[in-house]
């Protein structure tokens, strides 16, 4: 479970929006904001415009984001430092076939659009006319399972959405983390969730009618015949896609997967030619699939055998548009803007092409990018303070748990255990995923992009039949977030996120304690979520816990989940408290542990006051400041119905849960925050 956005999110974002070279001078303000903050506020009132309300007044969206702040900052700067880095590489003439030629080429056939251009679609003419081409339902699930890809994932990332008609993710099994599994997750729709195609309200309908066009539009610049019949085509399929889908709240639900054999596939869900699809996917050597979303999965077999074939070939040629979509000439990609960012997130304005061509080539090669990263920007010292910092907090958090009054002792020696194997990762992987099979072709954009995707996937793959490896990494380290890994009982903390404003050699304990502090604090919450917490030291999903200790984990859980429904941004659209649970979780507990072990490092003495406030208020303060974000509406919107996080305005206000936060800005009734003692809710 990561920190922030989930990565899919992050991804359509990063497709067309983030990023101009508006701000962005390096950040080096050690400690507070102070000018960002707005005092006319009361604490008690507004938290989160108290401390970040002078920014949010004097800073504009830039125009091709669909939401800015601190982490669109720091991204931003880490996006110019790779430009710089594979420029290098390409000057210093790397040679053929090493990792460093391989970005340095893949990055500039993104960037000649010329190229691209004059090549129109010829480059995916050939997977258009294999669509084509397909006459029987044998072949439409070998085509199906051909575009399969690992690209998914459950647990760590959270990210269920998937063009394809199934996602795949491939780890540890659930009951059995000493081997891995391929996991079956539902897939196939263009929107980012089946609320887009079934729910009533206005804004949504108004979102089904522009899809309806933009899909009529991709068919229409493809080249397709009949664009308009085509396009209410695919979108009735994809509306019954919808209306078999689990829900975003039931995907969380990790007791829903179920183990099948491979011939229980057409057993149990009957419609698809499996063996088919299962050859094509390359899965045929595994003889069991979690699969995790059994209706889902069922109901989607079904529409396989019901609905016409010829809906089916214009849907996998929709979404072969789609995928190609930035890899093709400008219509295309303008096309493709206009309807995912533009009408899904609000932003007004495409983001230049050397962004665009950064984060497509960490895409495609994560680790080689991150490899160089690593070594010009992460020093060991670094890394060292940074590993020191993560020590101090998991001490915190065990003795967190040790002075719970609440907690019977033989649970608590069970999550102890759990801290004991937890294995924390800082900066980057032990070990480097190499790129010694992919072959990176100058002038073929699309080739390079379909190659570096089969060969992720079939490195994923190959997983299956070695032993299991738990310093594997979820995120690259130029990547600006952090990530809890449950199956693996592991955490992951990039060097792209420690670095400042969120972690600064420069800047004092309240200031570091309250952003990176409370962020590594969040992470270790994660095993002790309402997700985490089913997980055991080894990484199983087992029961550890005695009745009345879950009971009361339970309740704690629920009041916070009614904390965060009442958050209510638009008139017809809540937070859902139950969607957030797990990060609204990790975000109080990481809070909580984060100051415990900002208390000890002060070692009994009274932090200095600054500027005019104390130690403590600082670290508050520091706390909603590493929340600091501004969003559009749409984005917004998006993001609370897909997204398992809160938007960052409510997760800033997680203070009114903790004493301390009281007791440092005299919060009083009938001020808007303040919640009596009895209502603020404490889980660890
Ligand atoms: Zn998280």
Redesign the pocket.
């Known amino acids: ?4 956005k989930e990565t899919a999110w992050l991804l359509a974002a990063i497709l067309a929006a983030a990023s101009a070279c508006t701000t962005t001078e390096s950040h080096h303000n050690a400690d507070i904001d102070v000018v960002g903050m707005d005092k006319s506020v009361a604490p008690g009132d507004d938290f989160n415009a108290y401390a970040n309300g002078g920014w949010i007044k004097s800073t504009p969206i830039p125009a091709d984001k669909s939401s800015y702040g601190i982490d669109a900052v720091l991204t931003d700067e880490t996006r110019k430092r790779t430009l710089s880095l594979i420029q290098d590489a390409a000057n210093a003439g790397a040679p053929a076939s090493t990792d460093a030629r391989k970005v340095a080429d893949f990055y500039a056939t993104f960037i000649d659009e010329a190229a691209i251009e004059q090549k129109g679609i010829a480059p995916l003419q050939p997977q258009l006319d294999a669509f084509a081409a397909i006459m029987d339902r044998h072949a439409l699930a070998r085509a199906i399972g051909r575009e399969l890809r690992a690209d998914v994932d459950a647990l760590n990332n959270t990210n269920f959405e998937t063009g394809n008609l199934f996602g795949i993710w491939i780890t540890q099994g659930l009951g059995d983390p000493s081997h891995t599994y391929p996991y079956l997750l539902q897939g196939g729709l263009g929107m980012p969730d089946r609320d887009y195609y079934l729910s009533p309200s206005p804004p949504m309908a108004q979102l089904r009618k522009q899809y309806l066009a933009h899909i009529e539009a991709m068919f229409r610049l493809a080249g397709f015949t009949g664009p308009a019949v085509r396009a209410t085509r695919v979108f009735a399929l994809e509306t019954a896609m919808a209306g078999v889908h689990a829900t975003r709240v039931e995907s969380e639900d990790v007791h829903s997967a179920v183990p099948w054999k491979r011939a229980d596939l057409s057993l149990k869900a009957p419609g698809l030619d499996w063996p088919a699809l299962i050859e094509a996917a390359g899965l045929s050597d595994s003889p069991v699939f979690i699969v995790w979303h059994p209706k889902a999965v069922m109901g989607l077999s079904a529409l396989v055998a019901r609905q016409p074939i010829e809906a089916w070939k214009d849907w996998l040629a929709l979404h072969a548009v789609e995928n190609a979509a930035p890899y093709l000439p400008k219509a295309f990609v303008g096309e493709h803007f206009d309807f995912y960012d533009k009408a899904l997130s609000g932003i007004p304005q495409m983001r230049p092409r050397w962004q665009r061509g950064i984060d497509l080539t960490n895409a495609a090669l994560g680790d080689a990018v991150g490899r160089m990263y690593a070594e010009h920007y992460f020093p060991a010292a670094t890394k060292a303070k940074a590993e020191a910092m993560a020590s101090d907090l998991v001490k915190a958090f065990a003795r967190r748990i040790d002075s719970l009054t609440w907690m019977s002792p033989e649970t608590k020696l069970k999550a102890k255990a759990k801290l004991v194997t937890l294995k924390v990762g800082v900066g980057y992987p032990d070990r480097w995923r190499d790129y010694a099979g992919l072959e990176i072709v100058k002038g073929d954009a699309l080739g390079n992009a379909y190659r570096a995707e089969l060969y992720a996937y079939r490195r994923q793959l190959d997983k299956i039949h070695q032993p299991v490896d738990r310093g594997e990494w979820w995120m690259t380290p130029q990547t600006v977030n ?3 890994l449950p199956l693996q009982n592991a955490l992951n903390f990039p060097a792209a996120i420690l670095q400042p404003p969120y972690f600064d050699g420069q800047a004092d304990a309240a200031h570091n304690y309250g952003s990176m502090g409370a962020t590594i604090g ?2 270790i919450s ?1 095993s002790f ?1 309402d997700q985490g917490s089913q997980f055991d030291a080894d990484g199983r999903l087992a029961n550890w816990w005695t009745k009345a200790d879950f009971d009361h984990f339970r309740a704690a859980g629920e009041a916070l989940a009614a904390q965060f429904d009442t958050y209510r941004p638009f008139p017809d659209l809540a937070v859902n408290g139950h969607q957030t649970l ?2 609204n979780i ?2 109080l507990a990481g809070l909580m542990v984060a100051y415990d072990a900002y208390v000890l490092s002060l070692h009994g003495k009274a932090d200095a006051v600054k500027d005019g406030f104390t130690g403590d208020q600082r670290f508050f303060i520091s706390f909603a400041q590493s929340w600091r974000s501004k969003v559009r509406d749409a984005a917004l919107r998006r993001g609370i119905v897909a997204d ?2 809160a938007p960052e305005q409510y997760r800033a206000e997680t203070v009114r849960n903790l004493d301390a936060w009281y007791q440092a800005f005299s919060v009083q009734p009938p001020q808007k925050l303040f919640l009596p003692p009895g209502s603020r809710v404490r889980v660890w």
């Open positions: 479970m990561s920190h922030r952090a990530v809890n969040h992470e994660h979520d797990s990060e990790a975000d398992g996080h």
